[in-house]
């Protein structure tokens, strides 16, 4: 098995078995991080998350739509800083609306069944993050990096 196809399989394996990410969006020019529960395509292209239109990150997105989110594996014990495994998405969003909406949204919901109701509120946006690279980090020292295509 390539390297390539190992940071792939890595980056599949983390979004299975995690549902949050930390999103970072800017609000001229100081970084602004939230809590969002995601979901990602299995050709990691594409990572989504919901949230309400009268929020800080969703202004921040409309203003600049460039972003990075985090996703990891820790349980904050002592081992994590020899198991942890962290990898940043780092892409442009956009909201997505209409027919592909409902679409993408019955693969978000499937994934995140409890979130039904608040993702399907008229005050809430579906928002893709078409992802460039990611930055893959284990064991705190061990960088590499999967380009998306």
């Keep these: 098995m390539d390297r390539t196809t190992k940071i ?3 980056i599949e394996e983390l979004f299975i078995s995690r549902k949050l990410a930390v999103l970072a969006t800017s609000d001229a020019g100081q970084p602004y991080t939230s809590l969002v529960a995601f979901w990602g395509t299995k050709d990691l292209k594409y990572l989504y998350f919901v949230t309400s239109k009268t929020t800080r990150k969703f202004a921040n997105l409309s203003n600049d ?3 990075s989110m985090l996703i990891n594996n820790t ?3 002592d081992n994590d800083f020899h198991d942890a495994i962290s990898v940043t998405a780092i892409g442009g969003s956009e909201e997505i609306t209409g027919s592909l909406k409902e ?3 019955r693969h978000y ?3 995140l069944p409890f979130l039904e109701e608040f993702a399907r509120s008229p005050t809430c946006a579906l928002i893709q993050v078409t992802v460039v690279s990611y930055y893959m980090v284990e064991k705190f020292q061990s ?3 999967l380009h998306i295509k």
Excluded: F, P, Q, S
Aim: aromatic share 0%; no cysteine.
């Design 8 to 10: 792939r399989n890595k």
């Design 109 to 111: 919901l499937n994934r």
């Design 103 to 105: 679409k993408i949204l």
């Design 65 to 67: 739509n460039r972003v």
């Design 75 to 77: 349980i904050n014990a």
């Design 143 to 145: 960088v590499m990096e």
